[in-house]
């Protein structure tokens, strides 16, 4: 059984910072592709952020969120993480972590098998 266990989200003020934590178990980790995404009220589910399998040499976000946001992995532990800084009101959404069987992230939704079970994060002004 595959589980993708999310942590980290909550509420906090415009300007503030949050990591957010996705610990997988039940799957080899370091052989997928992983990615954020996130879902606003209202809105489509966007991808954000994405890291390559293995060390995770190479990564990619969304313009929106480029240069105050950060994906990393730490295999050891099975966890690939979401550093948020400079939040702002907009980014007020249900965040999930997902898993690709991809080397390579995409912004394809339809890439990825396996998904966390989102936990919301809300920047107030």
């Known amino acids: 059984q595959v589980q993708l266990a999310q942590s980290g989200g909550g509420l906090v003020q415009a300007g503030d910072s949050l990591r957010l934590s996705c610990a997988a178990s039940?799957?080899?980790?370091?052989?997928?592709?992983m990615g954020w995404f996130r879902q606003a009220p209202g809105k489509e589910r966007e991808s954000i952020a994405g890291i390559s399998s293995r060390t995770g040499l190479s990564t990619s976000y969304r313009a929106s969120v480029k240069g105050r946001f950060t994906i990393s992995r730490d295999n050891d532990k099975n966890t690939v993480y979401l550093q948020m800084t400079s939040l702002r009101p907009e980014d007020t959404a249900v965040y999930y972590c997902?898993?690709?069987?991809?080397?390579?992230?995409?912004?394809?939704?339809?890439?990825?098998?396996?998904w966390g079970q989102g936990t919301q994060v809300t920047v107030s002004s």
């Open positions: 997902a898993a690709s069987t991809r080397a390579s992230a995409t912004r394809s939704s339809d890439d990825y098998r396996y």
């Open positions: 039940g799957l080899t980790f370091g052989n997928y592709a």
